[in-house]
């Protein structure tokens, strides 16, 4: 894992559905769009908490030009017919914490048609593997309280877990060390 933005690792979804899983590229702007327009409207409100109609090339540049230092990012791509197409999306951004230790706030997003084969459960495991080795002590992450799918994923990791409710949100904290 020297160079990151070569990390790539071939899997099979629990529906047979083979996939890669790896960095995110400067080049991966049109896919990235294509996979957001995808996206129905409550998958986007539960990953920017807000109605988002389209990423803008701002948000794209953000997105896929990334250091994989204090950023790291990884998709989820599938092949249908010669394309290759995003199906899932993780990330972390490093933050310092009071204490001196490198925090991450942590999110993802799955397309729709993709739901429950354990996409966001493989995009944690790499993360958390990666983020380790970056000295990263822990990720946070907000998460919509009625997201319980999400909420799952982050209990399931096997990850010493913190969960605090405010409002409609739930503030997760996972320990990684």
């Known amino acids: 894992m020297n160079n990151l933005r070569h990390y790539a690792v ?18 991966d702007k ?6 957001f327009k995808n996206l129905d409207r409550e998958s986007v409100y539960t990953r920017f908490f807000q109605y988002v109609r389209e990423l ?4 794209l540049k953000r997105a896929t030009e990334i250091d994989f230092d204090r950023e790291v990012a990884l998709v989820v791509t599938t092949n249908l017919g010669d394309e290759e197409t995003v199906i899932g999306t993780g990330r972390y951004v490093v933050f310092e914490e009071a204490d001196g230790g490198r925090s991450a706030e942590i999110a993802f997003i799955v397309e ?10 493989r995009l944690l495991r790499h993360l958390v593997q990666i983020g380790r080795q970056n000295n990263v ?3 946070v ?10 909420i799952r994923v982050f209990v399931g990791s096997g990850l010493p877990m913190k969960q605090q409710r405010e409002g409609t949100v739930t503030h997760i904290t996972l320990q990684l060390g």
């Open 112 to 121: 729709e048609d993709y739901h429950g084969l354990g996409i966001a459960n």
């Open 141 to 150: 992450a907000d998460v919509l309280s009625g997201n319980q799918a999400m």
């Open 56 to 59: 803008t090339d701002q948000d």
């Open 137 to 139: 002590s822990r990720f």
């Open 10 to 27: 071939i899997d099979t979804l629990r529906n047979g559905t083979t996939v890669t899983l790896r960095a995110i590229h400067p080049e």
């Open 30 to 35: 049109a896919k990235l769009a294509s996979a």
